[in-house]
Nanobody, 124 residues
Framework: QVQLVDSGGGLVQAGGSLRLSCAAS????????MAWFRQAPGKEREFVAT????????KYADSVQGRFTISRDNAKNTVYLEMNNLKPEDTAVYYC?????????????????WGQGTQVTVSS
């Protein structure tokens, strides 16, 4: 099994940038497809971005396409979410998640392992 710890959240002004990190322990990260989800107050958790185990394929939610970038360093057992041009509507708790499914997946139920979440707040 893998254990995930999210970090890097914070308060930023609209138009600013943040980089989230997800550090894995236990089983090596290279065995897992990784994703970021987010949950805003009063809303359901939603898909943000995902990358396959090799990092060769990625997919983004339409709302973040062109602004967010998911990347992974399997040697460091860490996944990142670079977030640029942040908007107030990006405010949410961000969660990283891991799946053993070898192809792109965007649904929560495909991900068995979750980080604890990190808060991102974007002020206008």
């Amino acid at each position: 099994q893998v254990q995930l710890v999210d970090s890097g959240g914070g308060l930023v002004q609209a138009g600013g940038s943040l980089r989230l990190s997800c550090a894995a322990s236990g089983r090596a990260l290279r065995y897992y497809g990784m994703a970021w989800f987010r949950q805003a107050p009063g809303k359901e958790r939603e898909f943000v971005a995902t990358a396959t185990a090799s990092g060769g394929s990625t997919k983004y939610a339409d709302s973040v396409q062109g602004r967010f970038t998911i990347s992974r360093d399997n040697a460091k057992n860490t996944v990142y979410l670079e977030m640029n041009n942040l908007k107030p509507e990006d405010t949410a708790v961000y969660y990283c998640a891991a799946t053993t499914v070898p192809v792109i997946r965007t649904r929560e139920y495909d991900y068995a392992y979750w980080g604890q979440g990190t808060q991102v707040t974007v002020s206008s």
